[in-house]
């Protein structure tokens, strides 16, 4: 039996959940969903899983990681022109931002320039704890759970926070729609209430997908540079091909 773990991690634990589902030759169930986990958490529930989603960047930009260390030793070279916004973009966003948002795919936040960059320094020190050396196509990987929506033909935005508690309820109903075989039990109250439990089980299905080698990779190009930054791994599966 294959069982795969999603974390949608957060800068606190009070808002990190942990998705558990088990594969079986015809379904698949949602056997566990914690929310509020610390790290000590996310290790016990991942101990064992064939296969690892975390929604957290792995890495910051090559160019963004010059850039520090070339500023914190007074070496940065004159005449960068960085008063002009594209002359940042390389210092904001990684190659898999780049790609996500020329396959459609939707628009990451910025680790380097973004509120998310608190959660990926929690995502560094956890990747350590777990193991995990490949940041590209390891045990655990980069998850973006919007992509895998918007892949999916489902909503992908406007759906976060307790004002938009309604879209959220609707959501979980089409996701349930769309993935017969998938059995929430009890726990689909709880994903449509809370966000962060609804983003942990996506978060899921997408070590799902990449189990199955069925997500998007790296070109030989830009593998060696996605080893440093990590990778988003975007479903290319349909749902049902996931079972």
Request: glycine share 8%; aromatic share 6%.
């Amino acid at each position: 039996m294959m069982r795969t773990v999603g974390v949608d991690l957060s800068a606190s634990p009070a808002k990190t959940a942990v998705a558990t589902v088990d594969w079986l030759p015809d379904r698949a169930v949602l056997t566990g969903l914690v929310v509020a986990a610390d790290d000590a958490a996310i290790r016990r529930l991942a101990t064992g899983a064939t296969r690892v989603g975390i929604d957290s960047p792995f890495g910051w930009p090559d160019e963004f990681v010059d850039f520090v260390v070339a500023h914190h030793r007074n070496r940065l070279p004159v005449g960068r022109g960085l008063d002009d916004i594209a002359r940042r973009r390389p210092l904001a966003l990684r190659r898999t931002d780049l790609r996500i948002v020329d396959d459609g795919a939707g628009r990451p936040l910025s680790v380097s320039a973004d509120q998310i960059a608190h959660v990926a320094f929690r995502c560094a020190g956890l990747l350590a704890d777990l193991g995990v050396d490949d940041r590209v196509d390891g045990w655990a990987v980069e998850a973006y759970p919007a992509g895998a929506l918007k892949r999916w033909g489902l909503i992908s935005r406007g759906y976060k926070r307790r004002a938009n508690v309604p879209v959220l309820a609707e959501l979980v109903l089409a996701l349930q729609a769309a993935a017969p075989w998938l059995d929430l039990g009890d726990h689909a109250e709880t994903m449509a209430r809370d966000d962060d439990a609804f983003d942990a089980v996506i978060t899921a299905l997408i070590a799902r997908a990449a189990q199955l080698g069925r997500t998007t990779r790296p070109d030989a190009a830009d593998r060696p540079v996605a080893a440093r930054e990590g990778w988003i791994h975007v479903p290319t599966a349909e749902l049902a091909e996931l079972i």
